[in-house]
């Protein structure tokens, strides 16, 4: 197993636990594991989650609450659609009252 196959393993079992109406970040996962500046490793790991049903990828944005990742998801709009179901309201890729749907892990798992 490499080393990033075990990282992996560990961004995905904190996706999991990212409440359903909520978003966190690239780098709130990587902090979290203690890995701060490994925020595009975790986004590696979102890239290759998107078609893994048990990890909500499309509840991880970046910092800024923008919806970077949406590319890796069938069809054009799936990630805002997801999003949308679950009450977050997104314009223009930007998740609108970004401070208000935002988990952090630090937070609710330390």
Do not use: C
Not at 31 to 36: P, Q, R, V
Not at 78 to 97: A, F, K, Y
């Amino acid at each position: 197993m490499k080393d990033s196959d075990n990282f992996f393993e560990k961004v995905y079992k904190v996706a999991r636990l990212i409440p359903y109406g909520k978003v966190t970040s690239y780098g709130a996962i990587a902090t979290y594991l203690g890995a701060a500046k490994s925020a595009r490793m975790v986004g590696w790991a979102m890239n290759k989650a998107h078609n893994l049903e048990d990890i909500p990828a499309h509840r991880v944005v970046n910092r800024k609450g923008l919806l970077t990742g949406k590319h890796h998801f069938d069809g054009t709009n799936l990630m805002q659609q997801l999003l949308e179901n679950e009450g977050i309201v997104v314009i223009e890729n930007q998740i609108q009252e970004f401070e208000n749907v935002f988990w952090n892990p630090l937070d609710e798992l330390s």
